[in-house]
Protein backbone atom coordinates (compact mmCIF):
# COMPACT_ATOMS: atom_id res chain seq x y z
CA UNK A 1 0.00 0.00 0.00
CA UNK A 2 1.77 3.41 -0.97
CA UNK A 3 2.04 5.83 1.75
CA UNK A 4 -0.58 9.27 1.70
CA UNK A 5 0.43 12.40 -0.84
CA UNK A 6 1.83 15.16 -0.12
CA UNK A 7 0.08 18.23 -1.73
CA UNK A 8 1.88 21.30 -2.73
CA UNK A 9 -0.30 24.03 -3.64
CA UNK A 10 1.98 27.13 -4.72
CA UNK A 11 1.41 30.20 -7.51
CA UNK A 12 5.76 30.14 -7.86
CA UNK A 13 6.77 27.03 -9.79
CA UNK A 14 10.58 27.68 -8.50
CA UNK A 15 8.98 26.79 -5.36
CA UNK A 16 6.84 23.82 -6.15
CA UNK A 17 9.60 22.16 -8.20
CA UNK A 18 11.69 22.67 -5.21
CA UNK A 19 9.40 21.08 -2.49
CA UNK A 20 8.70 18.27 -5.08
CA UNK A 21 12.31 17.61 -6.17
CA UNK A 22 12.96 17.00 -2.16
CA UNK A 23 9.87 15.43 -1.02
CA UNK A 24 10.33 13.06 -3.61
CA UNK A 25 13.83 12.56 -2.93
CA UNK A 26 13.05 11.47 0.15
CA UNK A 27 10.44 8.64 -0.92
CA UNK A 28 7.23 10.91 -0.02
CA UNK A 29 4.81 11.58 -3.27
CA UNK A 30 4.11 15.15 -4.07
CA UNK A 31 1.43 16.22 -6.22
CA UNK A 32 1.91 19.92 -7.06
CA UNK A 33 -0.80 22.32 -8.39
CA UNK A 34 -0.39 26.11 -9.09
CA UNK A 35 -3.71 27.32 -7.76
CA UNK A 36 -5.98 26.07 -4.52
CA UNK A 37 -8.75 26.08 -7.07
CA UNK A 38 -7.19 23.56 -9.63
CA UNK A 39 -6.06 21.70 -6.13
CA UNK A 40 -10.27 21.37 -5.08
CA UNK A 41 -11.12 20.66 -8.44
CA UNK A 42 -9.11 17.35 -8.65
CA UNK A 43 -10.55 15.99 -5.80
CA UNK A 44 -7.29 16.24 -3.82
CA UNK A 45 -9.77 17.51 -0.65
CA UNK A 46 -11.31 14.28 -0.61
CA UNK A 47 -8.19 12.15 -0.25
CA UNK A 48 -5.94 11.59 2.90
CA UNK A 49 -2.54 13.20 3.48
CA UNK A 50 -0.52 16.21 3.82
CA UNK A 51 -0.99 19.96 1.73
CA UNK A 52 1.51 22.08 1.67
CA UNK A 53 0.03 25.51 0.89
CA UNK A 54 1.11 28.77 0.41
CA UNK A 55 -0.39 31.53 2.75
CA UNK A 56 -0.45 34.07 0.01
CA UNK A 57 -1.70 33.31 -3.48
CA UNK A 58 -4.20 34.97 -6.48
CA UNK A 59 -7.55 33.82 -6.24
CA UNK A 60 -7.85 31.79 -3.13
CA UNK A 61 -4.71 32.33 -0.75
CA UNK A 62 -3.71 29.73 1.72
CA UNK A 63 -6.27 30.46 4.53
CA UNK A 64 -9.21 30.66 2.00
CA UNK A 65 -8.15 27.02 0.90
CA UNK A 66 -7.56 26.15 4.65
CA UNK A 67 -10.87 27.69 5.73
CA UNK A 68 -12.74 25.76 2.91
CA UNK A 69 -11.18 22.28 3.79
CA UNK A 70 -12.81 23.05 6.87
CA UNK A 71 -16.16 22.87 5.79
CA UNK A 72 -16.10 20.38 3.85
CA UNK A 73 -14.35 18.09 6.74
CA UNK A 74 -11.77 17.15 5.02
CA UNK A 75 -8.94 14.86 6.81
CA UNK A 76 -5.93 16.47 4.90
CA UNK A 77 -3.27 17.67 7.42
CA UNK A 78 -1.95 21.76 6.51
CA UNK A 79 1.30 23.08 6.59
CA UNK A 80 1.26 26.70 6.03
CA UNK A 81 4.23 28.12 3.67
CA UNK A 82 4.74 31.76 4.73
CA UNK A 83 7.30 34.58 3.80
CA UNK A 84 9.05 36.69 6.43
CA UNK A 85 7.02 39.23 7.66
CA UNK A 86 3.51 36.76 7.89
CA UNK A 87 3.93 35.16 10.84
CA UNK A 88 1.13 36.40 12.43
CA UNK A 89 -1.17 34.95 9.55
CA UNK A 90 0.46 31.65 10.23
CA UNK A 91 -0.05 31.28 13.50
CA UNK A 92 -3.75 32.08 12.37
CA UNK A 93 -3.83 29.54 10.19
CA UNK A 94 -2.27 26.92 13.13
CA UNK A 95 -5.16 28.79 15.50
CA UNK A 96 -7.78 27.18 12.51
CA UNK A 97 -5.66 23.82 12.60
CA UNK A 98 -2.96 23.90 10.53
CA UNK A 99 -0.32 21.49 12.02
CA UNK A 100 2.76 23.86 11.30
CA UNK A 101 3.80 26.61 9.36
CA UNK A 102 7.18 26.78 7.26
CA UNK A 103 9.28 29.93 6.35
CA UNK A 104 11.41 30.91 3.37
CA UNK A 105 13.76 29.87 2.17
CA UNK A 106 13.18 26.36 3.71
CA UNK A 107 15.64 24.31 6.03
CA UNK A 108 15.58 20.60 4.48
CA UNK A 109 15.85 18.74 7.61
CA UNK A 110 12.40 21.14 9.27
CA UNK A 111 10.54 20.07 6.11
CA UNK A 112 10.64 16.81 6.80
CA UNK A 113 9.87 16.74 9.76
CA UNK A 114 7.35 19.00 9.43
CA UNK A 115 5.53 16.74 7.08
CA UNK A 116 5.96 14.01 8.26
CA UNK A 117 4.50 14.83 11.65
CA UNK A 118 1.39 15.88 9.48
CA UNK A 119 1.01 12.83 7.25
CA UNK A 120 0.96 11.05 11.07
CA UNK A 121 -1.76 13.51 12.48
CA UNK A 122 -4.44 11.11 12.11
CA UNK A 123 -3.57 9.30 15.68
CA UNK A 124 -5.62 7.51 17.81
CA UNK A 125 -7.53 9.27 20.24
CA UNK A 126 -5.18 7.70 23.03
CA UNK A 127 -2.37 8.80 21.47
CA UNK A 128 -4.63 12.70 21.94
CA UNK A 129 -4.84 12.22 25.04
CA UNK A 130 -1.14 11.46 26.35
CA UNK A 131 -0.14 14.54 24.55
CA UNK A 132 -2.52 16.27 26.37
CA UNK A 133 -1.62 14.75 29.72
CA UNK A 134 2.18 15.75 28.66
CA UNK A 135 1.66 19.06 27.42
CA UNK A 136 -0.34 19.99 30.87
CA UNK A 137 2.22 18.48 32.55
CA UNK A 138 5.41 20.78 31.15
CA UNK A 139 3.02 23.53 31.96
CA UNK A 140 2.67 22.73 35.24
CA UNK A 141 6.27 22.93 35.78
CA UNK A 142 6.67 26.46 34.32
CA UNK A 143 6.87 29.23 36.73
CA UNK A 144 4.55 32.42 37.11
CA UNK A 145 7.25 34.31 35.21
CA UNK A 146 7.95 31.09 32.37
CA UNK A 147 4.16 31.42 32.05
CA UNK A 148 3.96 34.81 31.21
CA UNK A 149 6.73 34.41 28.97
CA UNK A 150 5.15 32.02 27.06
CA UNK A 151 2.01 33.64 26.55
CA UNK A 152 3.61 36.92 25.31
CA UNK A 153 5.91 34.75 22.84
CA UNK A 154 3.37 33.03 21.21
CA UNK A 155 1.15 36.03 20.68
CA UNK A 156 4.28 37.13 18.49
CA UNK A 157 5.43 39.50 20.77
CA UNK A 158 9.15 40.41 20.19
CA UNK A 159 11.58 40.46 23.42
CA UNK A 160 11.85 43.65 23.83
CA UNK A 161 8.31 44.01 23.92
CA UNK A 162 7.96 41.54 26.36
CA UNK A 163 10.78 42.85 28.22
CA UNK A 164 8.87 46.31 28.52
CA UNK A 165 5.46 44.74 29.53
CA UNK A 166 7.28 42.82 32.10
CA UNK A 167 9.57 45.69 33.34
CA UNK A 168 12.28 43.15 32.96
CA UNK A 169 15.47 43.14 30.86
CA UNK A 170 15.76 42.04 27.11
CA UNK A 171 18.30 39.21 28.37
CA UNK A 172 16.59 37.97 31.62
CA UNK A 173 13.85 37.26 28.68
CA UNK A 174 15.75 35.33 26.45
CA UNK A 175 16.93 33.16 29.45
CA UNK A 176 13.09 33.17 30.81
CA UNK A 177 12.14 32.18 27.01
CA UNK A 178 14.68 28.95 26.47
CA UNK A 179 14.06 28.08 29.76
CA UNK A 180 10.58 27.66 28.55
CA UNK A 181 11.76 26.11 25.47
CA UNK A 182 13.41 23.53 27.38
CA UNK A 183 11.04 22.26 29.82
CA UNK A 184 8.24 22.36 26.64
CA UNK A 185 10.30 20.24 24.47
CA UNK A 186 9.59 23.02 21.65
CA UNK A 187 12.31 23.52 19.37
CA UNK A 188 10.58 26.43 17.69
CA UNK A 189 7.86 29.18 18.12
CA UNK A 190 5.53 26.89 16.02
CA UNK A 191 6.11 23.92 18.30
CA UNK A 192 4.80 26.57 21.66
CA UNK A 193 1.78 27.78 19.26
CA UNK A 194 0.88 24.29 18.63
CA UNK A 195 1.62 23.25 22.34
CA UNK A 196 -0.97 25.68 23.73
CA UNK A 197 -3.48 25.30 21.23
CA UNK A 198 -3.43 21.68 22.29
CA UNK A 199 -4.13 23.05 26.09
CA UNK A 200 -6.49 25.08 24.89
CA UNK A 201 -8.42 24.29 21.58
CA UNK A 202 -10.25 20.87 20.40
CA UNK A 203 -12.07 22.45 17.80
CA UNK A 204 -10.04 20.93 14.69
CA UNK A 205 -9.22 18.05 16.07
CA UNK A 206 -13.21 17.11 17.11
CA UNK A 207 -13.86 18.63 13.39
CA UNK A 208 -11.35 16.08 11.90
CA UNK A 209 -12.42 12.73 14.35
CA UNK A 210 -16.18 13.80 13.70
CA UNK A 211 -15.25 13.26 9.93
CA UNK A 212 -13.60 10.47 10.43
CA UNK A 213 -17.16 9.11 12.27
CA UNK A 214 -18.79 10.18 9.25
CA UNK A 215 -17.36 8.38 6.57
CA UNK A 216 -17.23 4.72 8.62
CA UNK A 217 -20.48 4.97 9.29
Known amino acids: MSSPPVFIVDDDPDVRDSLAMLLGSAGFHPETFESAKKFLASGGAERQGCLIADIRMPDMDGLALQEELARR ?5 VI ?4 HGDVPLAVRAMKAGAVDFLEKPFDEDSLMFSVRRALQESSSAGDRIAALRDA ?5 ELTKREREVLDRVVAGRANKVIAHDLHISPRTVELHRARVMDKMNARTVADLVRV ?3 LND ?3 EARRSGASASRNR
Request: net charge positive; proline share 5%; hydrophobic share 45%.
Open 202 to 204: TGP
Open 80 to 83: IVTG
Open 196 to 198: TLL
Open 136 to 140: ERRLA
Open 73 to 77: CALLS
